[in-house]
């Protein structure tokens, strides 16, 4: 079992900055990838950023150049650096890990972007 809490949503403007943080426990020793999903009201659930256990970063195209995904395994946690914030960005913010037989998802931190 994996457990996950994400810390570091709120309330920002257009234009400014957030860091997120998602801080794994449990078995972590079985985790071989995280990422963060982010879902907008009436909206699907959808990708924003994935980094493997190797550190190899996968990003949507919406964020490229805007978003950082990164890892502390030492701290076992995944971090996801949100820079030049759009109100489209505004969301509930979901952490996952995936292991080779299951994947398991935190309880989300809301992002708002007002513009």
């Known amino acids: 079992q994996v457990q996950l809490v994400e810390s570091g949503g709120g309330l920002v403007q257009a234009g400014e900055s957030l860091s997120l943080s998602c801080a794994a426990s449990?078995?972590?020793?079985?985790?071989?990838?995280m990422g963060w999903y982010r879902q907008a009201p009436g909206k699907q659930r959808e990708l924003v950023a994935t980094?493997?256990?190797?550190?190899?970063?996968n990003y949507a195209d919406s964020v490229k150049g805007r978003f950082t995904i990164s890892r502390d395994n030492a701290k076992n946690t995944v971090y996801l650096q949100m820079n030049s914030l759009k109100p489209e960005d505004t969301g509930v913010y979901v952490c996952?890990?995936?292991?080779?037989?299951?994947?398991?998802w935190g309880q989300g931190t809301q992002v708002t972007v007002s513009s």
């Open positions: 980094i493997t256990r190797g550190s190899v970063t």
């Open positions: 449990g078995s972590i020793f079985i985790i071989n990838a």
């Open positions: 996952k890990a995936v292991t080779s037989w299951a994947n398991y």
